[in-house]
């Protein structure tokens, strides 16, 4: 991966970035990441009429996207079923080895 040095970021701007960070518990590096990927999607999109060409570098999800996506997914997932037979079904899996 290559480094990359931004000179001249205005005050304001560094703070709100900062606020940003803290908000979603990121570092300042990873938060300047997200930022950089919305934007480049967003700029894409804009060019290609809404898409990103299958394959293209841009298709490529970063570590911070990857972060995001999980993020959004955490805590999404739903089960009518009780506590302890999921965790039952976790140990059987994991010491029987079953297979799907």
Known sequence: ???????????EILKRIRIFAAKERRSLNSEMLMIIEDGLSSRIAGETGGTVPPGSAHAVISAAGR??????LCGSWEDSREFSVLRDEIYQWRSMGKKQ
């Not at 972060?67 to 959004?72: D, K, N, T, V, Y």
């Open 1 to 11: 991966m290559v480094n990359l040095t931004i000179r001249n970021i205005p005050n």
């Open 67 to 72: 972060e995001r996506i999980w993020g959004e």
